[in-house]
């Protein structure tokens, strides 16, 4: 019964590759984000979606490409992956305008 | 921009020692203030938050208030136990998203 559940939560890959995080919330919320944390433990949004709509893109190359196919899920596409691209990626959730998000777990995804 | 700015880490206590992280914030209008805290290789989870000037925010004995005129929101805790290891995000919303500060590393021995 996890609220925000991430899928994998550890992915190592080649530079170049093309991969994707999924995340799905069971909390009947309308908006998701991807933020990004990196090795300083730094957080950062990269992307929003309220109901299927992104609202938030934050400065995001365009190899990083976020799809919702319904309000429960947002997954995201990295194409071509870089080195500097290895960090925590997290998903969270919430109702527009509400106070509290909540967070998956995070998956760490290492870029050799 | 809006922006949080939190010290720097990481903090060392013994088992009982009090506890203060200082976070202060940049903002237009009034922001939505919270802590979060990350446990060693786990997600973030809220720990308190505060909507509105001295409001103060308060679990698991952590407490904090929303100063306005100092635009700070310093986390702090009575009597600290080495459970409470972790990183701590001071963080805003103000436009539909959390900006959150650098985190700072809370290490507690016993």
């Known amino acids: 019964d996890t609220a925000v559940s991430q899928t994998p939560k550890y992915l190592v890959t080649q530079m170049g590759n093309d991969k994707s995080i999924k995340c799905e919330q069971n909390l009947g919320h309308d908006t998701m984000y991807w933020y990004k944390q990196d090795s300083k433990k730094f957080l950062k949004i990269m992307f929003s979606?309220?109901?299927?709509?992104?609202?938030i893109n934050e400065t995001v190359p365009n190899r990083f490409s976020p799809k919702s196919p319904d309000k429960a899920h947002l997954n995201l596409h990295i194409n071509s992956l870089e080195l500097g691209d290895s960090a925590v990626y997290f998903c969270?959730?919430?109702?527009?305008?509400?106070?509290?998000?909540?967070f998956g777990q995070g998956t760490r995804l290492t870029v050799v | 921009g809006d922006s949080v700015t939190q010290m720097e880490g990481p903090v060392t206590l013994s088992e009982e020692a009090f506890l203060t992280i200082n976070c202060t914030y940049t903002a237009t209008g009034y922001p939505s203030l919270f802590w979060y805290v990350q446990y060693p290789g786990e997600g973030l989870q809220l720990l308190l938050k505060?909507?509105?000037?001295?409001d103060k925010g308060s679990n698991k004995g952590f407490e904090a208030t929303y100063r306005k005129e100092t635009t700070s929101f310093h986390l702090e805790k009575g009597s600290v136990q080495v459970s409470d290891s972790a990183v701590y995000f001071c963080a805003l919303d103000n436009t539909d998203k959390l900006i959150f500060g650098t985190g700072t590393r809370l290490q507690v021995f016993p």
């Open positions: 969270a959730s919430s109702n527009r305008g509400a106070t509290e998000a909540f």
């Open positions: 979606y309220n109901n299927k709509e992104l609202i």
């Open positions: 505060a909507t509105k000037a001295d």
